[in-house]
Structure formats: C-alpha cells, structure tokens
C-alpha cells in the first residue's frame, strides 16, 4: 500500500526540499544521488531543530505544510524488520522495542522495496497525515532470519494484533 499520487508529490516535494537544506548547510551543495539523501536524512533525525529551522526560514508555507513539516519530527530512523504487506499496509517490527507499526509506501508499496518477508531494513518512519509512512530511503541489510526467529516475530505479532498494540500513528511530543 501507499499513499495517494497527490500526497505523495506534497511528501515528496517537502522532504526532498528539507534534506537538501540540510545537506547544503552540512555539504554547500544539494544531493544529487539516494546515499546523499540516506545521509542527509540521518544528519536530520539526528538534529530534530532543523525542522524547525527550516520552517523559520520558509515565510511563504502554507499552514498546511508547516503541519506536515512538524509531523516530520515524530519520525526516527532505525533497523526494523519487514514483515509483510497488508491490504491496507505494511508491517515493520521494531526489534529494539518490540513495537509493530503499520506504513504505508509513498510512490510505492514497501514490498517493492525491500527484497522478501523478514528481512532487516534500515530505514525512517514518520507521520504524513493520518498515517505513518516510510520514507523510501531503504538500506537493505544481507541478514537472514532463521526459522525459530520469524516463528517468534509471527507469535509476538499474533499478540500484538490480538491486544491491539499495532502502531499506525506516531505519539507527538
């Protein structure tokens, strides 16, 4: 699943412009290839007030976008392991916590991404709207899962879908 063409070219058009801010503070030029977004993007979730500042430099947003831009600072970037796609999203597991999130794509599904079911992906979540979305900025990680680890993610997904404690939007500070 992902978001609507129109959400995502808003998505797109505000984070693309927000990591290129970052990386010509960080780098005096723009990104011009993904590992330059990837390290912008992890320069950022590193450094939250850059959202902020950026906002404070951009007089002519819409309120619209200043609430989309804010969003971004519920987002955190982290290693998750994929689970699968759902007919309304996808689902990630967050190991260091044991949290399961629902996201969505932003121009495409997450299975188009990643290469299989339980695999280790480094990657950013975060609020877009109602929902939580993947940034796309996906590091696949050559790490297999045994068969006694994917039974235990599938239990311990079994009960956080049984106790309602999938995560399909991010808490704001």
């Known amino acids: 699943m992902k978001i609507p063409k129109n959400d995502a070219q808003i998505f797109l058009g505000l984070y693309k412009t927000v990591l290129n801010s970052v990386f010509q503070m960080e780098f005096n030029r723009i990104c011009a290839e993904k590992d330059e977004y990837v390290k912008s993007r992890d320069i950022l979730y590193n450094n939250l007030y850059l959202i902020d500042a ?6 002519d947003l819409t309120p619209e976008y200043i609430k989309i831009l804010k969003d971004f ?3 955190f970037r982290d ?3 994929y689970i699968r796609t759902l007919k309304k999203h996808s689902i ?3 190991p260091s916590t044991n949290k399961f ?3 969505l794509g932003i121009t495409n599904s997450v299975d188009d991404l990643v290469p299989c079911e339980f695999c280790l992906i480094d990657t950013a979540i975060l609020n ?7 940034d796309g900025l996906i590091k696949h990680n050559n790490v297999s899962l045994g068969p006694n680890m994917k039974k235990e993610i599938k ?3 079994r009960l956080a879908k049984e106790n309602n404690e999938l995560i399909s939007y991010l808490k704001t500070a």
Request: proline letters at 4%.
């Open 54 to 59: 950026y906002i404070e430099l951009e007089p």
């Open 101 to 103: 999130y629902c996201v």
């Open 79 to 81: 290693k998750f392991i």
């Open 155 to 157: 239990e311990k997904y």
């Open 128 to 134: 877009f709207k109602t929902q939580i979305v993947c």
């Open 92 to 94: 990630f597991f967050q």
């Open 73 to 75: 600072t519920t987002g």
